[in-house]
Each structure stands twice: as C-alpha cells, then as structure tokens.
C-alpha cells in the first residue's frame, strides 16, 4: 500500500497525532502512523523503516514531548537521510530541541496550536497534496435543494373542481323553501381556495426564476469584461518559473533573480522582514561542495537540460540584496548545483535515469525555496 506522509510522534502525544491522522486522511493524504500500520509479529524498528520509505514525506508532530524524544529524533534522521521533506507540526509553542534543529531548521513550521486547527491542516494536506503531484483538494459545495415546480395544469382543475362544487352548493340553497341559513358558506368556501392558490402561484413564479423584460435596465456584472486581464492559475504566488528560456515575467522589489537561481513567482508587494516561499517540488542534486562552485560550470549544465533550470544554492560573494534564499531539506554548510525536477517523485525519477551516466551520484530531493527579504538571517 503507498503512503503519503508518515507521521512522527511521541507517545504522550498519540491521541493529537491520530486526530491528524485521521483530518488528513479525509482529505484524501493516506497516512503511515504507529502502531496502527506496524504489521503484527515484525520488528518495531524494521517496520519504522519500512513506513518512512513507502511515503513522500514526513510530519514531525512537534511538541515538548517530541523534543524529549530520543526515537523521534532518530525517525526525523532517518527521514531526512531518505531525502523525505519534513513538515514540522507544531502542537505546542515550543522550540524544536537542538537535535532537531539540525534537520528541519530550514522547514517551514505550521503552527496547529493556533486555531483554528482545520485550516493548519488544510494548508499541511494541500501541501503534501502538491509534493506527490495531486490537486489541491476542494471543500464541495453546499447543494441547495430545487424545489419542484408545481404543476398549474393539476392546480387548473383544482379550482375548476372548486367552482362546480360551489355552484351546486349554490343552486341546492336557492331551490330549498326554507329559508333557514343564508347562502353565505359558498362564498365563505370559495375565497379561500382563490387566497390559497394566489399564495401558491406566487412561489412558483419565485422558485422558477422568470427573467427580467427586455426594457429592464441590465445590472453591472461582477465578472470581468473581456478587456480586462485575469491572472491565471500557473501565475500564482510561489509558482516556480523552471523553463530557463521564459523566467517569471515579474519586477521584484529587490531587482531580480540572479542568473545561478531559480525563480518563482513572488507577491508585487513584498514587505521587509518577511519569508516567502515557493510551492514545493523536487530537484536533482548534480554536485554538492563545501567551496564556491564556479557560474560557469552551471552554464555548461545548463545546455544539457534546455527545459529544466539548473541553478546553484550559493549566496555570492559581495552580495548586497536584502534577501536571503535557502532550499528546504538541504544541509546548509554545503553548495550544491541541482536541476528542477517537476512537481511529482515520477517525474523526477525518470529525470535521473537520463543522466545518472554523466552526473555519477547524482540524487533527488523533495525541496522548497524559503525566501527572506529583509537581513540575512
């Protein structure tokens, strides 16, 4: 069975991670959780093993348990080793422990202690949603029941009926001699029947939605005209813009991205001392080094992959933006030169098999671009 997250937990925290669970799994990410996935009978740690590399990703369910907790720190390790993203969850207003700090420093935290907690778990499926390649899953709407149109050809024959019952009513009273009871209840009968199908006639034409005359002077529509442009989807905020012949048509406000990086979409308006982020997606990782790895070894790249940007993690020496860019899942103190690998594992999979003959070691990651305009931090 293929998983999408493993959820990582202490075992004082079992009851919340289960809620995740289970908010995840209605919309629509399976989830691989002790002990409720360990098969009965096989090694606890083998099976841990076993759940972290049937699934895409990892969600730390972090809390002052989980930084107390020697085997979820070896969970996350072990995660991160596999070069599963990590998506800290945060319970509590906690720190993550140093231990943890080391592998999901650059992971962008969701705070579930904030309510309310199913729009943090909206935000977490959609996420992980977006790493395996599936649409973001949509609320159904609620359906309004139509009322059933009334049948006036029935309600016709209603009144017909009315008024022949009424008539003989009628002509009985006047034939009969004795004036005992004024002819009044025919009248008494028949207005209300009249009351009753106005009332009703009424709500049909309601419920049936007639349209306006003509002459009517037509209401300003909210929709936009066809002049007017509408931004479309693949232009959101924290799209990647991968093609290196068409980067992001978009003035930023520090200038622009740098040749070495990749782009993605950012708001127009960016505020100082703000973290942005790309949408998540998967990269190989060509090279990796402690040192500067010089531009023009990315150009040579480059011409190798005409459709994929290649591009490189380092900040520059003498750089003077404002900005600082970090890709999540990587190990901060070393360089590396990586190509945009689509949006899904298979995608990137089959990527790697065309080139693992000329970039020996090369691997892939699920990764995030976390951009910091204002000082570096």
């Not at 005992?180 to 009249?194: F, G, H, L, V």
């Not at 995608?347 to 951009?371: H, P």
Request: net charge neutral; proline share 8%.
């Amino acid at each position: 069975m293929s998983y999408t997250a493993f959820i990582s937990h202490a075992s004082k925290d079992a009851e919340i991670a289960k809620t995740v669970c289970r908010m995840l799994e209605e919309r629509g990410v399976k989830c691989w959780i002790a002990p409720r996935d360990i098969t009965p009978g096989k090694d606890y740690g083998e099976e841990i093993i076993r759940g972290i590399e049937c699934t895409t990703a990892m969600i730390l369910v972090l809390s002052e348990h989980a930084n107390e907790s020697t085997f979820v720190k070896k969970e996350v390790e072990r995660a991160v080793s596999k070069s599963k993203a990590v998506f800290p969850l945060r319970i509590r207003e906690v720190a993550p422990s140093v231990g943890l700090e080391l592998f999901i420093s650059s992971a962008h935290w969701i705070d579930a202690w904030q309510a309310p907690m199913d729009s943090k778990i909206d935000e977490l499926a959609n996420s992980l949603r977006a790493l395996s390649g599936l649409p973001p899953q949509s609320v159904p709407a609620k359906t309004t029941p139509v009322k059933k149109p009334l049948d006036m050809k029935a309600i016709g024959i209603g009144i017909g009926a009315l008024i022949a019952v009424a008539a003989v009513i009628a002509i009985g009273l006047f034939l009969n001699k004795t004036p005992a009871t004024p002819a009044q209840p025919a009248t008494q009968n028949a207005i209300p029947a009249t009351q009753s199908v106005a009332v009703t006639a009424t709500q049909t034409q309601d419920s049936t939605s007639v349209p306006e005359p003509a002459t009517t002077t037509p209401k300003p529509s909210a929709a936009p005209s066809a002049a007017t442009p509408v931004q479309s989807e693949p232009n959101r905020s924290g799209e990647i813009c991968p093609d290196p012949s068409n980067p992001c048509q978009q003035a930023v406000a520090f200038g622009a991205f740098r040749p070495h990086e990749l782009p993605f979409v950012l708001p127009a308006e960016m505020k100082l001392g703000t973290a942005y982020q790309s949408v998540p997606f998967f990269m190989i990782i060509l090279e990796s080094s402690a040192a500067l790895i010089p531009e023009n070894k990315r150009i040579e790249a480059q011409k190798l992959f005409p459709a994929h940007k290649v591009f490189i993690s380092q900040r520059l020496p003498n750089e003077d933006r404002p900005v600082t860019i970090k890709y999540a899942n990587t190990n901060q103190n070393f360089n590396f030169m990586a190509v945009y690998a689509g949006t899904t594992k298979q995608e990137a999979d089959q990527l790697l098999k065309q080139i693992q003959s000329d970039f020996k070691g090369a691997n892939v990651r699920a990764t995030r671009i976390d951009l910091f305009y204002g000082e570096a931090k």
